[in-house]
């Protein structure tokens, strides 16, 4: 089997992470990516720590698999080697800040009335629409706004953000997504689309519950530290040596739950719903703990999977990357030199359909312009 995108060409204007993580998930998905940098600078994630070499690992893990042709748009050379890209790509990505393009000559507009069936991927803070569409914003500034860090913390302390960049990471999922869309709209009707995400809009997309108890109860949720605020036992838990989690998140569970720690409170009226168990759930967790303090988290962690309990360790990523199910699902590959030599490591693609390939190696991120002579020879085969 091919890889499904296989054959489709996409011109990637994109930098740092929301564009490039969706660029980079479509590259794994066989798409061809050409990387169009600024001359002399490149992607501002070239510069980010840690480097090995002199190269930046974070910029590898992000654009491996692609290649980069380095143009300045206001240089009419250069415009016309664009242009030429322009007249054989199937999708163009950006994710400048609105506006942007459209001085360039490059907008929306004018792109789909030269090239009709061209899909046109766009990603910024805010979206191309709004009384803040032209604003500045970075993954923080989202999470901010869009009430993650609201939600992401421990009750009375201040609150936190996301670890993971989530800001662009999700708005990068939801590009990919609505580029697959437009793929298979084309398909039907020959017509490219134009596709507008937000990281903003995004990051209010994940917020299931806090919408839904915001709505019915009229108060916003508040940082909850581990703890799920809609499902209880659903969080930490302390072991003779250190915290694990327990999620049990159904009536069934949780009275397995209780016959595996020997607690005769599955039928208790304080417990015996997920409501009430919500409403008790600082008691349940004290009652839980006086029993998992008695032995260590591995042990519990045995106990409670053969039970067919929800349950696991708290990993750092090291150990994230050790784990044997991560292992078996080729979920950290090497990202090659230009040698062929395993120089970095990278997350694997997650998406694993059925006679894909699927190798543990990903090509070299690419060198900034690096690929300008195959890419001019490309267009010059493609006359």
Same mark, same amino acid.
């Given at each position: 089997?091919?890889?499904?995108?296989?054959?489709?060409?996409? %011109?990637?204007?994109?930098?740092?992470?929301?564009?490039?993580?969706?660029?980079?998930?479509?590259?794994?998905?066989?798409?061809?990516?050409?990387?169009?940098?600024?001359?002399?600078?490149?992607?501002?994630?070239?510069?980010?720590?840690?480097?090995?070499?002199?190269?930046?690992?974070?910029?590898?893990?992000?654009?491996?698999?692609?290649?980069?042709?380095?143009?300045?748009?206001?240089?009419?050379?250069?415009?016309?080697?664009?242009?030429?890209?322009?007249?054989?790509?199937?999708?163009?990505?950006?994710?400048?800040?609105?506006?942007?393009?459209?001085?360039?000559?490059?907008?929306?507009?004018?792109?789909?009335?030269?090239?009709?069936?061209?899909?046109?991927?766009?990603?910024?803070?805010?979206?191309?629409?709004?009384?803040?569409?032209?604003?500045?914003?970075?993954?923080?500034?989202?999470?901010?706004?869009?009430?993650?860090?609201?939600?992401?913390?421990?009750?009375?302390?201040?609150?936190?953000?996301?670890?993971?960049?989530?800001?662009?990471?999700?708005?990068?999922?939801?590009?990919?997504?609505?580029?697959?869309?437009?793929?298979?709209?084309?398909?039907?009707?020959?017509?490219?689309?134009?596709?507008?995400?937000?990281?903003?809009?995004?990051?209010?997309?994940?917020?299931?519950?806090?919408?839904?108890?915001?709505?019915?109860?009229?108060?916003?949720?508040?940082?909850?530290?581990?703890?799920?605020?809609?499902?209880?036992?659903?969080?930490?838990?302390?072991?003779?040596?250190? %915290?694990?989690?327990?999620?049990?998140?159904?009536?069934?569970?949780?009275?397995?739950?209780?016959?595996?720690?020997?607690?005769?409170?599955?039928?208790?009226?304080?417990?015996?719903?997920?409501?009430?168990?919500?409403?008790?759930?600082?008691?349940?967790?004290?009652?839980?703990?006086?029993?998992?303090?008695?032995?260590?988290?591995?042990?519990?962690?045995?106990?409670?999977?053969?039970?067919?309990?929800?349950?696991?360790?708290?990993?750092?990523?090291?150990?994230?990357?050790?784990?044997?199910?991560?292992?078996?699902?080729?979920?950290?590959?090497?990202?090659?030199?230009?040698?062929?030599?395993?120089?970095?490591?990278?997350?694997?693609?997650?998406?694993?359909?059925?006679?894909?390939?699927?190798?543990?190696?990903?090509?070299?991120?690419?060198?900034?312009?690096?690929?300008?002579?195959?890419?001019?020879?490309?267009?010059?085969?493609?006359?």
């Amino acid at each position: 089997m091919t890889l499904p995108l296989s054959g489709l060409i996409i %011109l990637d204007l994109t930098h740092v992470l929301a564009g490039p993580f969706a660029s980079m998930t479509l590259a794994d998905l066989g798409a061809t990516v050409i990387k169009v940098e600024r001359p002399g600078l490149g992607d501002d994630t070239r510069a980010f720590p840690p480097f090995k070499d002199g190269d930046s690992a974070y910029f590898a893990a992000i654009n491996h698999s692609k290649q980069s042709i380095a143009l300045d748009l206001k240089s009419d050379p250069d415009r016309a080697i664009f242009d030429r890209l322009l007249a054989h790509a199937d999708i163009v990505l950006e994710n400048f800040r609105p506006g942007t393009m459209e001085k360039l000559g490059y907008g929306w507009e004018v792109l789909h009335a030269r090239h009709p069936n061209l899909i046109y991927g766009a990603v910024s803070g805010f979206g191309h629409t709004g009384p803040d569409a032209l604003e500045p914003a970075y993954d923080m500034v989202v999470q901010a706004r869009g009430g993650v860090m609201s939600i992401t913390g421990e009750q009375g302390r201040d609150p936190v953000r996301v670890g993971a960049s989530i800001g662009d990471i999700v708005a990068g999922m939801f590009l990919a997504q609505g580029i697959l869309a437009a793929v298979i709209d084309r398909q039907k009707t020959g017509e490219g689309r134009k596709v507008d995400v937000a990281m903003l809009d995004s990051q209010l997309a994940i917020l299931e519950h806090a919408i839904a108890i915001t709505h019915t109860t009229g108060t916003p949720p508040s940082p909850s530290g581990a703890r799920h605020p809609s499902i209880t036992p659903f969080e930490t838990f302390h072991a003779s040596d250190g %915290l694990f989690v327990i999620a049990a998140g159904n009536d069934v569970l949780f009275t397995r739950l209780c016959r595996t720690l020997h607690l005769p409170i599955a039928e208790d009226p304080r417990f015996a719903t997920n409501a009430a168990r919500c409403e008790n759930a600082r008691l349940l967790k004290r009652l839980i703990e006086a029993v998992t303090l008695d032995h260590p988290a591995a042990l519990w962690i045995e106990r409670l999977t053969d039970a067919g309990i929800p349950t696991g360790p708290i990993q750092n990523v090291a150990e994230v990357m050790a784990d044997r199910q991560i292992k078996a699902r080729n979920m950290v590959v090497d990202i090659l030199d230009a040698s062929g030599e395993p120089r970095f490591k990278s997350a694997g693609n997650p998406i694993k359909i059925s006679d894909m390939p699927d190798p543990p190696t990903r090509t070299a991120a690419p060198a900034l312009d690096g690929d300008r002579a195959a890419i001019l020879k490309w267009l010059e085969d493609k006359g």
